[in-house]
């Protein structure tokens, strides 16, 4: 096989993904607005035969192509497999509310896909520079995407607080990389992994860049002290967009610090850990705590992945094999749990009206027993109560924790995930044992109502037998 064969081989989703949008672009221009539904089932096709061409790679090996900047293994086929079911969720999720908007438009697909292609450069970067043009390709579309609504102010001005804070953050990681790239030479990620291992002693530049990429990297998934846009921009975004924010991008996000900072800046982890430390507890503090104020729905959800992403940052510090397959477990429920609780927003939401306040969740029992059901399934997981996969996700981050030798940041965990029970339960109270306000019906299409509960039972069954999504996830550091 010649070298341009392999980079082919190896890139053909990416490729296909990229073809797509391009086509989904030239046809929306052609289609009156009542054949709208083209463009959705086209990007629906579309990413049907992307997770195809995604099997077709082989992730017992580990290959790189286009000199380096490319990777393509198990850790990038699990999380491609991941996102791109995300994202055709958040299509399915989204038709019905864009159109009794008058926003059922091809951009929004575009964008979307746009921000897919991203995420999946991102998740097999091996290379500063492809790291860094998926992200701006995946934050570039979601700038775009919060203010898609162009009539609405609120989504104007939480586009602009995010565009104006994530280029503050792309600048800093960008700056990092500058940092590390003077001190070894390369921006290869493998080549600059072995640099730092043969650095007999530690050197203050290179701890220079590694404080800037982690200041990057944990704006981009919304950990404390770098959290000031998340609750704005997930209360000001349509719900849709929301939901779409809340959950893919969190899984590329888990790769990208797994390439810089497991892969890459692995000989620093001493360094790194202690950062991670401190933004893991500031983040389950502040997120538990905070949300309990909420009354806005949107807002308690933001505030509650802070706290997630608190313990995402707990199975990374842990530096070890057991650590990483736990973050990389706990980031995959979250995201499935998060897109979830937003499809049920979505759900409840109709023409004129968003049901993102809590009181919009009383008596949902009795509007609608079985979509109760789901959101009693999710915030159950949310708040870590077996027999729902997020009780496994809490138990793996916390084990991997313990086993170095760090109980007391495991006791911090467990006592604010305890915190974060009330404001999950005041959930459940509502939908159950309040009375409707609102009584109109609930109605929704078929597709809206298969997605949304195999994503809800998905979460259920993932707590029974969650050891099938576990294998995966060690194998894909083995």
Known sequence: MTLEMLNLSIAIPEMFLLALVCTVLVV???LKDERRNVTYILSQVGLIITLLLIAQQSPESRDQAFNGLFVSDALSTALKYVVVILVALVFVYSRNYLKDRGIFKGEFYVLGLFGLLGMMVMISANHFLSIYLGLELLSLSLYAMVAFDRDNPNAAEAA??????????SGMLLYGMSMVYGMTGSLNIVEVAMSIEQMKESNIVLIFGLVFMVIGLAFKMGAVPFHMWLPDVYHGSPSTVTSYIASAPKVAGFAMIIRLLAEGMGGMQADWQGMLVIMAVLSMVLGNV????QTNLKRMLAYSTISHVGFIMLGLLAGSQEGYAAAMFYTIVYALMS?????????LARKGFEADELNDLKGLNQRSPWFAFMMLILIFSMAGVPPTVGFWAKLAVLKAVVNIDMLWLALVAVFFSIIGVYYYLRVIKLMYFDDAEDKADIS???DMQIALSANGLSILLLGIYPAALMTVCIAAFA
């Open 160 to 169: 602009m607080k995010y565009f104006v804070l994530g280029a503050i953050a």
């Open 290 to 293: 905070v949300a309990i104020a």
């Open 28 to 30: 929306d221009v052609y």
């Open 339 to 347: 897109l979830g609780s937003f499809g049920v927003i979505i759900l």
């Open 444 to 446: 929704c299409s078929t």
